[in-house]
C-alpha cells in the first residue's frame, strides 16, 4: 500500500545489487512511494549485480560512481541535479566491504591495508558523501541522509572482525556532520542499525547463520527483515521525521535492549553438557 510519503522527492540510493540488497529494497518503496531516484554503485558491483534490471523497472537511470572517490562523487551529484532539474531530498548510503574479512584475516592479525580499505569503503566514504553533497550544496533544506549500520558498533560480535570497528566510524560521522548540515542547512543525517539480514554482503560475514538465528530467538519482534528496513528508511525520508538527526536508530526488533532471552536459554541448556572446543585465535590457543 503506498500513502504517497515521498511524492514530488528526489534521491540518491548507493548499494543496490540485487533483489536481495536493502538497498534495492529501498529503492523499491521509495519509487512506491512517489519518488524519483537515481541508483548509483561501483562500476565492478554494476558488471555484476542487476541493477540496471531494477532501474529500467523504475524508469530511472545507473550512475556509476565509487563512493571512496570524490571526482566520481562529484559528477554522481551534479549529474543528478541535473536530472532532476533541482536539488535531492534525500540519499541512502548501504556500503561495506572488508577484505580482511572476506580472506579470513583474524581480528588479532589484520592486514593494515586491507583495513584502511574496509574504513574508507564502508565508513570514511559516508563522510566523503556528505561533504560533496554539502560543497555542491546538493541537498534540499529538510532533506535525509541514512547510512546502514549494526550493533557490532557497540558490541563485540565474533566474526565482524573490522567492519565493526567501520560502522563505530559510520555512526561517529553521522553524529558530527549531522550537526553541522543541520544547523547551517536544516539537512538531517542519521543511521539505522538493522537486524543481521540475508545480503550479499551480509552472508560473508563467518557464522552468519548461527547469527542470524541467534538473533531471532533474542529479539523480541524477531528479526527485521530487508522489506521492513526499507519501510523505516522511506519514513525517515519522510516530512514526518523533520526533526530527528544525528541518530542512531535500532531496527532489530528489540535484540539491542536485550540480555537473554527464554527461547535463547532454551537452546543454549540443550547444549550444555557439552564441550565446546573452540579455537578463537590464529595461534590456536582456545577457550572454554
Known amino acids: 500500500m503506498s500513502y504517497n510519503l515521498l511524492k514530488g522527492k528526489k534521491g540518491i540510493i548507493f548499494g543496490a545489487l540485487n533483489e536481495d ?27 555484476m549485480g542487476e541493477t540496471q534490471k531494477l532501474a529500467e523497472r523504475l524508469n530511472t537511470v545507473v550512475i556509476g560512481a565509487d563512493a571512496t572517490n570524490v571526482d566520481d562523487l562529484n559528477n554522481l551529484l551534479s549529474q543528478s541535479m541535473e536530472i532532476f532539474g533541482g536539488k535531492i531530498d534525500f540519499i541512502l548510503h548501504s556500503i561495506g566491504m572488508s577484505p580482511n574479512v572476506r580472506k ?12 584502511e580499505k574496509t574504513l574508507d569503503v564502508s565508513a570514511v566514504s559516508f563522510h566523503k ?40 566510524l559510520l555512526e561517529s560521522i553521522a553524529r558530527s556532520f549531522g550537526y553541522i548540515y543541520g544547523r547551517e542547512r536544516n539537512v538531517r543525517v542519521n543511521t539505522i542499525s538493522q537486524s543481521p539480514t540475508v545480503t550479499t554482503a551480509g552472508s560473508g560475514v563467518k557464522g552468519f547463520d548461527r547469527l542470524l538465528d541467534f ?74
Open 129 to 168: 558523501v556528505l561533504q560533496t553533497a554539502r560543497k555542491l550544496d546538493a541537498i534540499n533544506e529538510w532533506g535525509s541522509v541514512i547510512a546502514l549500520s549494526y550493533v557490532a558498533a557497540q558490541r563485540t560480535f565474533y566474526g565482524y572482525n573490522d567492519m565493526a570497528d567501520a560502522k563505530s
Open 215 to 288: 538473533a531471532e530467538r533474542m529479539s523480541p519482534l524477531g528479526n527485521a527483515t530487508a522489506d521492513e528496513c526499507a519501510d523505516y528508511c522511506i519514513t525517515l525520508f519522510s516530512d514526518l521525521t523533520k526533526k530527528v538527526t544525528m541518530q542512531n536508530l535500532f531496527h532489530d526488533g528489540g535484540f539491542s535492549n536485550m540480555g537473554m532471552s527464554l527461547s535463547a536459554l532454551q537452546q543454549y541448556e540443550k547444549g550444555l553438557h557439552k564441550n565446546c572446543d573452540c579455537d578463537d585465535t590464529e595461534d590456536g590457543h582456545k577457550y572454554d
Open 21 to 47: 540488497s536493502i538497498a534495492w529494497k529501498v529503492a523499491e518503496k521509495a519509487y512506491e512511494e512517489g519518488a524519483q531516484i537515481i541508483l548509483t554503485n561501483v562500476p565492478v558491483a554494476l558488471r
Open 104 to 115: 579470513g584475516r583474524h581480528y588479532s592479525d589484520l592486514d593494515y591495508n586491507f583495513l
